[in-house]
């Protein structure tokens, strides 16, 4: 298991939020044997990034535990391993989706039924889960996932509700940043072996910082339009060194690598 002395997962104890629209669940971002990040360079909201317009990305959801995520069908989210307590029943998430402000009177909140964590994660690359909603959120596009690594490069956008800078508070407005690709040997030389290639991407601004993903956006999508011109999934929000430091990209779990068994969950979940 990775050292978290300095590598932080991204997603937010309760405290960390004072918005009406949210309640944090005491710990529930990391029970259930997910690492717990150590005090020091926490990271994860999007930083140096700027306003989403209202339903500029409908398939956005904000978890109660504080974390990000994305509605892979109209009743599933897509999130972070590290951001729920195993697999099995649960009820104790909310889901927010449609709403750019947390506190919008048309958010749309739908609680949890089940979990599905990524078989045999242990904290080191497989960061991904499903969660089942209790109903289908039917008026809000899903977001597809890639199938491949084609479009694993060029820029990316990022978007959440966590922090804007390193140690921040997290967001009441939908931020979004653009990230460019980082290749496996360049994010190697800033993390070593924490790093799981082929089950994780990596993005970032190397030379200058300055933009990346922090605490508060774990389990949040990673970006892009396909040839059609479409939203594609290409990562989910992991963990990083600090928030947009320099040399320090922010890493993501790489969905291309996980899209099947992502869709065998799914499936299994009855999505």
């Known amino acids: 298991m990775r050292s978290y002395r300095k590598l932080l997962t991204r997603s937010t104890a309760v405290g960390a939020v004072a918005l009406a629209a949210v309640s944090l669940q005491p710990g529930s971002a990391f029970a259930g044997g997910a690492p717990t990040p150590r005090p020091g360079g926490v990271h994860t909201k999007v930083v140096g990034g700027t306003k989403a317009d209202q339903g500029e990305f409908p398939f956005m959801v904000r978890l109660s535990m504080g974390c990000g995520g ?6 599933i989210v897509l999130t972070a391993a590290h951001c729920v307590d195993g697999s099995g029943p649960n009820t104790s998430i909310t889901a927010t ?3 750019a402000d947390l506190q ?6 739908v609680k949890s039924k089940e979990v599905l964590q990524a078989p045999g994660y242990n904290g080191k690359g497989k960061d991904w889960a499903l969660i089942k909603l209790d109903k289908a959120i039917d008026n809000l596009p899903t977001l597809k996932i890639a199938q491949d690594d084609k479009l ?11 922090a804007d800078k390193e140690g921040g508070d997290q967001q009441r407005y939908l931020l979004k940043a653009t990230v460019p690709f980082v ?3 360049t994010c190697q030389k800033a993390y070593g072996d924490q790093l799981t290639p082929g089950d994780e991407i990596c993005a970032g601004k190397l030379d200058t910082g300055g933009v990346d993903t922090c605490q508060g956006d774990s389990g949040g999508p990673m970006f892009r339009k396909d040839d059609s011109g479409a939203f594609l999934q290409v990562g989910i929000v992991s963990w990083g060194e600090g928030c947009a430091r320099p040399g320090k990209p922010g890493v993501y779990s790489e969905v291309s690598t996980f899209a099947k068994d992502i869709k065998a969950a799914a499936d299994k979940l009855g999505g």
């Open 70 to 75: 994305a509605l892979y069908t109209k009743d």
């Open 97 to 99: 989706a449609g709403v």
């Open 104 to 109: 919008d009177s048309k958010a749309i909140n």
């Open 152 to 162: 694993n490069n060029g820029d990316f956008t990022i978007a959440g509700w966590g």
């Open 183 to 185: 290749d496996d040997a």
